[in-house]
């Protein structure tokens, strides 16, 4: 069995409430959902039972032959947890030829087969949810509530999976001329490849392979190299549920395995979630080798609040949406535009700020968890320093944090910047960590310009009463998800995950339809069966002179 933590799940907390509403209630707060591990016939890819990483490739959970290593450590702790391998060329070689050598059979696998086969994995997902967030509690270090709002966040999109085939149709039109009919059919790539981030380590996987397996294509797949666990222990699951051998394999690495995925020439597709430098160098690369790209890059999601929102309703908002999994998720509010100033909701700001509960991820009551890595608390404490030295009021401080029994933790306390302006560096750089940036605006027109006028354009959010102002923030904004008194408005997969601008490379975006369409090719069929009477006589339609006889 796993040797993970098994404290057991506390009440959700304030911040995963605030964060998730009506999913916290019907899920996260309602205690275990089942606790029994099940392995496959291979060797369990328990990282802290085997102390390594395993690789997938062809269907076995193998340990790597290489001589480089990367120790995959608690962030609450700094404890090693699992020694993750960077794979040999040679066994990167063998998972994409795996791939290439089970396309041909998977993808005249019927659709309601595969389908059934997401059925099973959705099912045995649930029944491990609890190892799957404990495994992601200690190698990520978000709380237990937050791990589990990881799993169900990617299990969604598994269930949209089971779903898959309406939106593989194609087209058809009868009698495009005489005889002749037009039909479209959507067709899979072949061998598609997912480069994960650290921050969600089950979700992220969850919005990448189930689509494009289910849509006919193998895939191979890159976890983070800081928290692989979870995305091995869901291709356990997946191979159980009865995806077979070489339909997904699991490669492990850094910079070395990424350019191998840019560009070896059997990988048709690319989907990438992470930094914009990673975004942009893998966009470029990879599009340069002809592959087709989906990179979700980084952002700056701001929320415009306006002078007639309910003060203590928004700051709790606000407060959950930028502190809660420790600030780090590329739809976390990060800037938070006052208009009319920031006034009254201030002290609501500071008391549900200060009220957050700052420890390891599976303690009891924990609100805001360890960042990543020692060197993501440093880059978040100079943030905070550089803002300060800029201009910034610094309301409440998390730098320096000392947390009882985790004092080797990477942790940030939540902090609150004021009278921020668009030329610090507080505001310009994605933090990635518990702080919030405020900023003051005189009118909604105001706001809507500064916020237009940030590079990025993932996601924002205006608190208001007014349907008119919000109509008006909906219809101007140039960001691609926008919520209205709802501050992370990630949309279920039935939709797309549609980040604008400078917070997404490609035209055709993650899950959904959109996703369907990244990992398919439209080809389009033109036939032409006249009947006897029809035929005799008839020249090819637009070809008077140039056809011949039919």
């Given at each position: 069995?796993?040797?993970?933590?098994?404290?057991?799940?506390?009440?959700?907390?304030?911040?995963?409430?605030?964060?998730?509403?009506?999913?916290?209630?019907?899920?996260?707060?309602?205690?275990?959902?089942?606790?029994?591990?099940?392995?496959?016939?291979?060797?369990?890819?328990?990282?802290?039972?085997?102390?390594?990483?395993?690789?997938?490739?062809?269907?076995?959970?193998?340990?790597?032959?290489?001589?480089?290593?990367?120790?995959?450590?608690?962030?609450?702790?700094?404890?090693?947890?699992?020694?993750?391998?960077?794979?040999?060329?040679?066994?990167?070689?063998?998972?994409?030829?795996?791939?290439?050598?089970?396309?041909?059979?998977?993808?005249?696998?019927?659709?309601?087969?595969?389908?059934?086969?997401?059925?099973?994995?959705?099912?045995?997902?649930?029944?491990?949810?609890?190892?799957?967030?404990?495994?992601?509690?200690?190698?990520?270090?978000?709380?237990?509530?937050?791990?589990?709002?990881?799993?169900?966040?990617?299990?969604?999109?598994?269930?949209?999976?089971?779903?898959?085939?309406?939106?593989?149709?194609?087209?058809?039109?009868?009698?495009?001329?005489?005889?002749?009919?037009?039909?479209?059919?959507?067709?899979?790539?072949?061998?598609?490849?997912?480069?994960?981030?650290?921050?969600?380590?089950?979700?992220?996987?969850?919005?990448?392979?189930?689509?494009?397996?289910?849509?006919?294509?193998?895939?191979?797949?890159?976890?983070?190299?800081?928290?692989?666990?979870?995305?091995?222990?869901?291709?356990?699951?997946?191979?159980?549920?009865?995806?077979?051998?070489?339909?997904?394999?699991?490669?492990?690495?850094?910079?070395?395995?990424?350019?191998?995925?840019?560009?070896?020439?059997?990988?048709?597709?690319?989907?990438?979630?992470?930094?914009?430098?990673?975004?942009?160098?893998?966009?470029?690369?990879?599009?340069?080798?002809?592959?087709?790209?989906?990179?979700?890059?980084?952002?700056?999601?701001?929320?415009?609040?306006?002078?007639?929102?309910?003060?203590?309703?928004?700051?709790?908002?606000?407060?959950?949406?930028?502190?809660?999994?420790?600030?780090?998720?590329?739809?976390?509010?990060?800037?938070?535009?006052?208009?009319?100033?920031?006034?009254?909701?201030?002290?609501?700001?500071?008391?549900k700020a200060r009220d957050l509960k700052v420890s390891a991820g599976h303690e009891p009551g924990t609100?805001?968890?360890?960042?990543?890595?020692?060197?993501?608390?440093?880059?978040?404490?100079?943030?905070?320093?550089?803002?300060?030295?800029?201009?910034?009021?610094?309301?409440?401080?998390?730098?320096?944090?000392?947390?009882?029994?985790?004092?080797?933790?990477?942790?940030?306390?939540?902090?609150?910047?004021?009278?921020?302006?668009?030329?610090?560096?507080?505001?310009?750089?994605?933090?990635?960590?518990?702080?919030?940036?405020?900023?003051?605006?005189?009118?909604?027109?105001?706001?809507?310009?500064?916020?237009?006028?940030?590079?990025?354009?993932?996601?924002?959010?205006?608190?208001?009463?007014?349907?008119?102002?919000?109509?008006?923030?909906?219809?101007?904004?140039?960001?691609?998800?926008?919520?209205?008194?709802?501050?992370?408005?990630?949309?279920?997969?039935?939709?797309?995950?549609?980040?604008?601008?400078?917070?997404?490379?490609?035209?055709?975006?993650?899950?959904?339809?959109?996703?369907?369409?990244?990992?398919?090719?439209?080809?389009?069929?033109?036939?032409?069966?006249?009947?006897?009477?029809?035929?005799?006589?008839?020249?090819?339609?637009?070809?008077?002179?140039?056809?011949?006889?039919?």
């Open positions: 069995m796993l040797r993970l933590l098994t404290a057991v799940l506390p009440e959700a907390s304030r911040a995963t409430r605030a964060q998730y509403g009506p999913i916290c209630s019907r899920f996260v707060c309602a205690g275990s959902a089942g606790t029994n591990r099940h392995f496959a016939s291979q060797p369990a890819p328990s990282p802290a039972e085997s102390r390594t990483t395993k690789m997938l490739i062809k269907g076995e959970f193998r340990d790597s032959e290489t001589s480089d290593w990367v120790e995959v450590k608690n962030p609450a702790t700094q404890e090693v947890v699992s020694r993750m391998p960077i794979i040999t060329n040679k066994e990167f070689e063998e998972a994409v030829q795996a791939a290439k050598d089970a396309f041909p059979a998977w993808r005249r696998t019927p659709v309601p087969h595969r389908q059934r086969i997401m059925f099973k994995f959705q099912q045995l997902i649930k029944e491990n949810m609890d190892s799957l967030a404990a495994n992601i509690t200690q190698e990520q270090g978000k709380t237990l509530a937050d791990a589990k709002g990881d799993v169900f966040r990617g299990l969604e999109v598994v269930e949209y999976s089971c779903n898959l085939a309406p939106d593989l149709m194609g087209e058809y039109i009868e009698g495009v001329s005489t005889g002749m009919d037009t039909y479209s059919i959507k067709q899979p790539l072949g061998v598609c490849a997912g480069i994960c981030p650290f921050n969600f380590p089950a979700m992220i996987p969850l919005w990448m392979f189930p689509v494009a397996v289910t849509a006919g294509n193998t895939f191979v797949l890159k976890p983070s190299e800081k928290d692989p666990g979870a995305a091995v222990m869901l291709a356990d699951l997946a191979q159980q549920a009865g995806l077979p051998k070489g339909v997904l394999n699991i490669v492990h690495g850094t910079k070395d395995v990424v350019n191998n995925i840019l560009d070896h020439p059997d990988i048709k597709a690319v989907s990438f979630v992470g930094s914009n430098a990673a975004g942009r160098y893998i966009s470029e690369r990879a599009s340069a080798n002809g592959k087709r790209v989906q990179a979700n890059k980084g952002a700056k999601n701001h929320a415009v609040i306006m002078p007639d929102a309910n003060p203590e309703a928004t700051a709790s908002a606000l407060v959950g949406a930028s502190m809660g999994a420790a600030g780090q998720r590329c739809m976390a509010i990060s800037a938070a535009v006052f208009v009319g100033g920031i006034g009254k909701y201030k002290e609501a700001l500071l008391s609100d805001v968890g360890p960042v990543i890595t020692r060197e993501s608390k440093k880059r978040v404490e100079d943030l905070i320093e550089i803002g300060i030295k800029q201009g910034a009021q610094c309301d409440l401080d998390g730098r320096g944090i000392k947390v009882q029994d985790y004092e080797d933790g990477n942790f940030v306390g939540p902090t609150l910047l004021t009278n921020v302006k668009p030329d610090m560096d507080c505001y310009n750089e994605e933090i990635f960590g518990p702080v919030l940036v405020c900023l003051e605006a005189d009118t909604l027109d105001e706001a809507i310009a500064l916020v237009n006028a940030n590079p990025h354009g993932n996601g924002t959010a205006i608190f208001t009463k007014s349907g008119p102002a919000a109509r008006k923030y909906q219809n101007e904004i140039e960001v691609g998800m926008v919520g209205v008194n709802v501050p992370i408005p990630v949309p279920l997969p039935f939709f797309s995950f549609t980040g604008w601008r400078g917070s997404f490379d490609g035209d055709l975006h993650m899950y959904g339809k959109a996703g369907v369409q990244f990992f398919t090719n439209t080809k389009t069929v033109t036939t032409n069966w006249k009947s006897a009477d029809e035929a005799i006589g008839t020249k090819a339609p637009g070809l008077a002179g140039v056809g011949t006889d039919l």
